[in-house]
């Protein structure tokens, strides 16, 4: 164990947090504007995601009990 050793720890650590420093925002930005949508049930005002929500009549409902 000497200085080198703990030299290529701390490149290590410092390349793994660039590596998600930099993986991070391209990722969040790609899906917040597919999903993530909140909808709120017609029936029991329960917030759902949109792609999850059933849609009839105009209405969301977020599951066949509230239909
Ligand atoms: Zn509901």
Redesign the pocket.
């Known amino acids: 164990m000497g200085i080198r050793f703990i030299a290529v720890v701390l490149l290590v650590f410092l390349g793994f947090y660039l590596f998600k420093k930099y993986r991070k925002p391209s990722s969040v930005t790609e899906q917040q504007p597919s999903s993530n949508k909140m909808v709120a ?1 017609s ?2 005002k ?1 917030h759902i995601p949109e792609d999850e929500a059933i849609m009839q009549d105009g209405k969301i ?3 066949k009990e ?1 239909l």
């Open positions: 049930c029936t029991c329960t409902y977020c599951s509230c």
